[in-house]
Nanobody
Framework: QVRLVESGGGVVQAGGSLRLSCQAS??????????MGWYRQAPGKQRELVAI???????DYADSVKGRFTINRDYARKRIILQMSDLKPEDTALYYC?????????WGAGTQVTVSS
């Protein structure tokens, strides 16, 4: 089993920055073969991918965050960091940490990010 704990959400003005962290509580041999990343869900909208690090190290970003968000994965410490800059009101959402591959999918409880205009 994989448990994911997010931290770092909050309220920030447009143009500001936030750093989200997700710590996985599983042994390395369980977590490292999985993809790890961030999804978000705004009120009334579907959950969407924000950024992800594949198990081989490749990264994918949503078009809306490219150039503003950076995801990094620390395999030894079993955590991922999402550095968000130039935040916009449309980035306001509940951000979920994700780990998974194929039929094995794990989610954190979520951390709220609110960007005021």
């Amino acid at each position: 089993q994989v448990r994911l704990v997010e931290s770092g959400g909050g309220v920030v003005q447009a143009g500001g920055s936030l750093r989200l962290s997700c710590q996985a509580s599983a042994i390395t041999s369980v977590i490292n073969p999985l993809d790890m990343g961030w999804y978000r869900q705004a009120p009334g909208k579907q959950r969407e991918l924000v950024a992800i690090v594949r198990r081989g190290g490749a990264t994918d970003y949503a078009d809306s965050v490219k150039g503003r968000f950076t995801i990094n994965r620390d395999y030894a410490r079993k955590r991922i960091i999402l550095q968000m800059s130039d935040l916009k009101p449309e980035d306001t959402a509940l951000y979920y940490c994700y780990a998974g591959r194929s039929e094995r999918n794990f989610w954190g409880a979520g951390t709220q990010v609110t960007v005021s205009s």
